[in-house]
């Protein structure tokens, strides 16, 4: 794969169809697997593409970098590019991505992250170029359905009990937005202070202010690459609730993440169609 | 909810119609619970789940949100894009654990005052019924 990657970039730079490159390579002393941005096609060869290529470059992107600008993207990545283009950071043609055939990642060396495990998407539906064989791919052991299927199942005071447990370790320390290619507000509403919305003190409602106003932003725009959990030093499951609404959007508005190109993003449009029940009633069994 | 705990509601009622509707009630003289807080906002589509949750997270047992009917926006659609954020907010808030039913959505109109003091009886007792304190009140809020 490593070598296709490198002929492909190089391939990019000669046409002129890139400026830089966002990729993977190896950290020279530590090993370690870090974000490269590559200028010139003779560095197409520091570039690698294996199961520890968790991160997700999306977040790497901005407009200050020489465009257009080749990124190499997972399945996750890609869709979060492509939502990145939907809204507006970037031109289509500003973007190139390089779609890897993407097995999955292994952030503990191990096994398979969860994300990978229920991955329905191991090519980036945004493609321009497409390395690897995209034939031989692993299908999803989990769904986000049987994820999320131990919250539905609880009665609304254990719920809250479960989430005040689990987001009872939160320092607001923000790691989970500054990781998320999608958090990309030039002022974040936590950092808002005329009026202070959500106080940024580690206490029960605060907690629980921060993480509900962070899912409801990521409703309809967060592509489960789970960097978000990756990045908590405390270990909050704060990403469960991502995948709750995530549910939810495509119910309602029948809207995947960055799966097709062009569109909008739900809350941005509405169908006159757009039932009454919606706000009443249960609406879920 | 511990002894006789009132509910109190937070409505935000849009300017052009169910403030209206609202206004209209009182200068009928129409009887509406003194459980309900106002406030005035340009159009349902103006609300921000910031201002949902602030409210609850500020001690409020329940909110009420009040737009034009459809095709009757001031705006032409804020109330239509309002319904999408409100069908999400009633959801997260019961994926949290916190009961959708503290949330209620209705068209009303500046002539239907006296719905209006229907519809804020009714979900008054709507949230009483549930029997508890809202769970999402800060600590130290007065009850
Ligand atoms: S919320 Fe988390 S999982 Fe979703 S896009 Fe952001 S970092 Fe990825
Ligand atoms: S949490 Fe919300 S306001 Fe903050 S950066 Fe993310 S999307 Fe923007
Ligand atoms: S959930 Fe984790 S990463 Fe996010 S603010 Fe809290 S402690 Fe930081």
């Given at each position: 794969m490593n070598q296709s990657l490198r002929e492909t970039v190089k391939n990019l730079f000669a046409k002129g169809k890139v400026k830089s490159v966002l990729g993977y390579r190896e950290h020279p002393l530590s090993q370690a697997v870090v974000a490269t941005l590559i200028t010139r096609s003779e560095d197409a060869d520091t570039l690698i593409f294996d199961d520890r290529c968790v991160q997700n470059l999306a977040r790497a992107l901005t407009r200050d970098l020489p465009l257009p600008v080749g990124i190499v993207v997972k399945g996750c990545d890609g869709r979060a590019v492509s939502m990145r283009i939907t809204e507006g950071d970037f031109a289509r043609e500003q973007v190139v991505a390089i779609a890897m055939a993407c097995a999955g990642v292994k952030a503990d060396g191990k096994t398979f992250d969860e994300r990978c495990q229920r991955c329905e998407m191991h090519v980036s539906p945004l493609a321009d170029v497409t390395v690897g064989d995209v034939s031989a791919l692993p299908k999803p052991e989990k769904t986000r359905a049987e994820t999320i299927a131990k919250i539905k199942t609880m009665p609304p005071a254990e719920r809250f009990a479960f989430w005040q447990k689990?987001?009872?370790?939160?320092?607001?320390?923000?790691?989970?937005?500054?990781?998320?290619?999608?958090?990309?507000?030039?002022?974040?509403?936590?950092?808002?202070?005329?009026?202070?919305?959500?106080?940024?003190?580690?206490?029960?409602?605060?907690?629980?202010?921060?993480?509900?106003?962070?899912?409801?932003?990521?409703?309809?725009?967060?592509?489960?690459?789970?960097?978000?959990?990756?990045?908590?030093?405390?270990?909050?499951?704060?990403?469960?609730?991502?995948?709750?609404?995530?549910?939810?959007?495509?119910?309602?508005?029948?809207?995947?993440?960055?799966v097709k190109q062009g569109g909008k993003w739900p809350f941005l449009m509405f169908d006159p169609q757009d039932p009454d029940s919606w706000l009443g009633g249960p609406h879920r069994g | 909810m511990s002894d006789h705990h009132e509910p109190r509601i937070v409505g935000f009622l849009c300017n052009w119609c169910s403030y209206a509707g609202a206004d209209l009630a009182g200068t009928s003289r129409l009887k509406v619970p003194a459980n309900l807080r106002v406030v005035r906002v340009p159009c349902s589509g103006r609300i921000n789940p910031l201002f949902i949750f602030k409210a609850l997270e500020e001690g409020a047992d329940g909110v009420m949100v009040s737009g034009c009917h459809p095709g009757d926006c001031h705006y032409i659609s804020g109330n239509r894009y309002a319904k999408r954020k409100l069908a999400v907010i009633r959801r997260l808030l019961d994926w949290v654990g916190v009961e959708p039913e503290r949330i209620h959505f209705t068209w009303l109109s500046a002539s239907e005052g006296a719905r209006y003091a229907v519809e804020v009886a009714e979900f008054v007792e709507q949230v009483r019924a549930l029997g508890r304190r809202n769970p999402m009140a800060r600590q130290g809020v007065a009850s």
């Open positions: 689990a987001f009872e370790p939160c320092t607001h320390c923000y790691a989970c937005r500054e990781v998320c290619p999608l958090c990309n507000c030039a002022v974040c509403v936590t950092d808002q202070n005329a009026p202070r919305w959500i106080e940024q003190t580690a206490k029960p409602s605060s907690n629980l202010m921060w993480h509900m106003i962070r899912a409801f932003h990521h409703a309809g725009r967060c592509v489960d690459c789970g960097e978000c959990q990756r990045a908590c030093p405390e270990g909050v499951p704060m990403h469960l609730l991502d995948l709750c609404l995530a549910e939810d959007v495509e119910e309602l508005f029948d809207f995947k993440t960055g | -």
